[in-house]
C-alpha cells in the first residue's frame, strides 16, 4: 500500500504542480470563482484538501527516514481541510488574496508542489517503479 500511496501523491502533486505553471490564469480564475461562491466555495477547496489528504494518512503512517515527508504532506491536506470546513471564514480570506492580476502567484506555488513531490518519486524510483512490484 505504501507503494500505492507514494505514486498516488507523485502523480497528483506533479500534474497540480506543472497545471500551475502552465495555467495560471485559469487557477487565478477558479479560485476567483470559488472566492465569489463565499463560504460555500471555501467548502470546495476544503473537500479538495481532504480528499487528497485522508488517503495518505489512513494507509501511509510512516513517521521515519524519506516516507515521512509523505505522511507530513497528507497531514498538511487534512489539517488545512479541516480547517476551512470548520472555520470557512478563514479560507475565504485566504482565497481572497487571489486576482487575475496576480496569477502569477500560482507558479511559485507550482514549482512548491513539484518539490513536495521529490520525496515521493525518489521512494518510487528507489522501489523500482515502473518496472518492480
Not at 502523480?11 to 497540480?16: A, D, E, F
Not at 461562491?37 to 503512517?61: R, Y
Not at 488574496?97 to 513531490?117: D, K, T, Y
Request: aromatic share 16%.
Amino acid at each position: 500500500m505504501e507503494r500505492a500511496i507514494w505514486i498516488y501523491t507523485a502523480l497528483n502533486l506533479t500534474v497540480i504542480g506543472i497545471s500551475h505553471i502552465t495555467a495560471p490564469k485559469a487557477w487565478a480564475r477558479y479560485f476567483v470563482w470559488l472566492h465569489g461562491h463565499g463560504k460555500a466555495g471555501v467548502l470546495i477547496i476544503a473537500a479538495m484538501s481532504l480528499g487528497f489528504g485522508t488517503p495518505i494518512v489512513a494507509f501511509h503512517e510512516i513517521w521515519s527516514g524519506w516516507p515521512l515527508a509523505v505522511t507530513l504532506i497528507g497531514w498538511a491536506q487534512v489539517l488545512k481541510g479541516t480547517i476551512y470546513f470548520i472555520f470557512p471564514g478563514f479560507g475565504l480570506r485566504k482565497a481572497k488574496i487571489v486576482s487575475e492580476e496576480r496569477s502569477w502567484i500560482f507558479i511559485p506555488a507550482g514549482v512548491m508542489l513539484l518539490v513536495l513531490s521529490l520525496p515521493a518519486w525518489y521512494l518510487l524510483i528507489r522501489s523500482g517503479w515502473p518496472t518492480a512490484p
